[in-house]
């Protein structure tokens, strides 16, 4: 909850608007996953929710527009990784 006129800063995983790059980036997630839940714990599937999350998550472009339509004056948004990540920065109007 946050008063008018609270920022609010979120970086955090997105679905990629394009389904080829979407494809690749879940593709290298689920192995990175794999790979360091093996080496740090070894489970590899220790972090395999990852990438079946973030394939249903909303894009970043989604996330804008709901920020929008809650209440939000969004200032800056940075795409990272073809939108697979990205940071809001919004002010609570």
């Given at each position: 909850m946050l008063r008018p006129g609270g920022l609010l800063l979120t970086l955090d995983f997105y679905r990629p608007p394009h389904a080829l790059w979407r494809r690749l980036f879940l593709a290298y997630l689920r192995a990175a996953g794999n790979l360091v839940g093996w080496l740090w714990h070894g489970v590899p599937?220790?972090?395999?929710?990852?990438?079946?999350?973030?394939?249903?998550?909303?894009?970043?472009?989604?996330?804008?527009?709901?920020?929008?339509?809650?209440?939000?004056?969004?200032?800056?948004?940075?795409?990272?990784?073809?939108?697979?990540i990205g940071l809001h920065v919004a002010r609570r109007t």
């Amino acid at each position: 909850m946050l008063r008018p006129g609270g920022l609010l800063l979120t970086l955090d995983f997105y679905r990629p608007p394009h389904a080829l790059w979407r494809r690749l980036f879940l593709a290298y997630l689920r192995a990175a996953g794999n790979l360091v839940g093996w080496l740090w714990h070894g489970v590899p599937v220790a972090y395999g929710y990852i990438a079946p999350s973030v394939a249903r998550y909303l894009t970043c472009e989604e996330y804008t527009a709901a920020l929008r339509a809650h209440g939000f004056e969004v200032t800056r948004v940075d795409r990272i990784l073809l939108g697979g990540i990205g940071l809001h920065v919004a002010r609570r109007t």
